[in-house]
Every structure is written in structure tokens, then in C-alpha cells.
T-cell receptor, first 112, second 110 residues
Framework: NAGVTQTPKFQVLKTGQSMTLQCAQD?????MYWYRQDPGMGLRLIYY???????DKGEVPNGYNVSRLNKREFSLRLESAAPSQTSVYFC???????????FGQGTRLTVV | GIQVEQSPPDLILQEGANSTLRCNFS?????LQWFHQNPWGQLINLFY???GTKQNGRLSATTVATERYSLLYISSSQTTDSGVYFC????????????FGKGITLSVRP
């Protein structure tokens, strides 16, 4: 049981490049989330998916798109990376029967 | 939206000391979680505690939901307790979205 798995763990992009961060959970959870963490701050919600087939904006959605590919997978895409998107990105999931969230290991992204 | 305030922002302890970390929130919640972010950046889920008291080894937590605060107790601190401690809450009606505090940076010195 791997829990929430994020790939890659580290990535360096040049300004303007695109990339997709992958997240998969094997706990049969309904809800999935993408957060970003900037220095000195807590995590802030980018997008979430309350169930398969639905996605909604969080607190800081600009510059990102998401896809809930199936119940297991929720990807985050940066179409044209900017230095302001340098951050650590966390994926999380939650079952329908509880309000407890489970987090992945994080992806450290640097945009130069 | 809901406000989450953690205090103190920074804490330095000598190994073996005890400490209390506080999380205040501004509205009713149906989820409260404490996390430890270790020096490698991993988020470790310490407690899921929307109300009541729980203990896990040297750590314990209490949430008084009616008074809108939670406390995390660390006893006999160890250097491995160093890192950042986050409180995160879900406001009732917030459609499963967690709001994080800014964290408490704990340094335990040998």
C-alpha cells in the first residue's frame, strides 16, 4: 500500500516550458488535491477534485490546469512555467467516509 | 474564509524539554490535523483531531472545538522533533478544503 505517490520528486524548468506533475493514490479515495508551499508559508490549495469527473479552483489556481484522469490519478499541468511557480507541490487525497487528508512526498519545482 | 493562527512562530528547546504548540481558528471546523514537516520536506501526519484528545508516544494533542483552538504537546523533546509543525483545518461547508496555518518552526538542541 503506497498511499499517495507523486512524480517527479525534483524538477528544474526554464521559463516558458511546460510540464505535468503526476499524482496517484491507491486508497480508493474520492477526493484529491494539489497544494503549493512557498517559504515561510503554509500550504495553499491550487485545485481540487471532490470526485472523479469534477475539478474546482482553490485559492491560487492561476497558471495551472488539472485533470482527474480516473479515480486514482490527478495531474497538475503548468502550460508556461514562470519563476513565481518555483515551489514545493503536494498532492493529497481523502476518502468519502472521513475528513482526514493524506499527503504525498512532494515535488520540488524550480523555474529558472 | 477561515483564519488559522499558530503560536509561537519559532521555538528553541533543549533536548529533554517539554513544549506546547497552539493553533487558533476563527470558525467551526469538521477537520483538524497536525503535521510535522521534517528537514527533508516530508509532511508527516501526526494527528487527525477535530475534537477531543489523542496521544501517540511522546506527542499528544487536544482540540477544544467549541473554543476554536488546538494544542500539540511534545514531551521529552528529541533532536529529531526539529522541523516545522503545521495545523490545518477544514471549515464546515468548505467542501473538503484544508486551510493551513503558517507553521511553527521548532529547533531542538542537543
Amino acid at each position: 500500500n503506497a498511499g499517495v505517490t507523486q512524480t517527479p520528486k525534483f524538477q528544474v524548468l526554464k521559463t516558458g516550458q511546460s510540464m505535468t506533475l503526476q499524482c496517484a493514490q491507491d486508497m480508493n479515495h474520492n477526493s484529491m488535491y494539489w497544494y503549493r508551499q512557498d517559504p515561510g508559508m503554509g500550504l495553499r490549495l491550487i485545485y481540487y477534485s471532490a470526485s472523479e469527473g469534477t475539478t474546482d479552483k482553490g485559492e491560487v489556481p492561476n497558471g495551472y490546469n488539472v485533470s482527474r484522469l480516473n479515480k486514482r490519478e490527478f495531474s497538475l499541468r503548468l502550460e508556461s512555467a514562470a519563476p513565481s511557480q518555483t515551489s514545493v507541490y503536494f498532492c493529497a487525497s481523502r476518502p468519502v467516509w472521513s475528513t482526514e487528508a493524506f499527503f504525498g512526498q512532494g515535488t520540488r519545482l524550480t523555474v529558472v | 474564509g477561515i483564519q488559522v493562527e499558530q503560536s509561537p512562530p519559532d521555538l528553541i528547546l533543549q533536548e529533554g524539554a517539554n513544549s506546547t504548540l497552539r493553533c487558533n481558528f476563527s470558525d467551526s471546523v469538521n477537520n483538524l490535523q497536525w503535521f510535522h514537516q521534517n528537514p527533508w520536506g516530508q509532511l508527516i501526519n501526526l494527528f487527525y483531531i477535530p475534537s477531543g484528545t489523542k496521544q501517540n508516544g511522546r506527542l499528544s494533542a487536544t482540540t477544544v472545538a467549541t473554543e476554536r483552538y488546538s494544542l500539540l504537546y511534545i514531551s521529552s523533546s528529541q533532536t529529531t522533533d526539529s522541523g516545522v509543525y503545521f495545523c490545518a483545518v477544514e471549515q464546515i461547508g468548505a467542501n473538503s478544503k484544508l486551510t493551513f496555518g503558517k507553521g511553527i518552526t521548532l529547533s531542538v538542541r542537543p
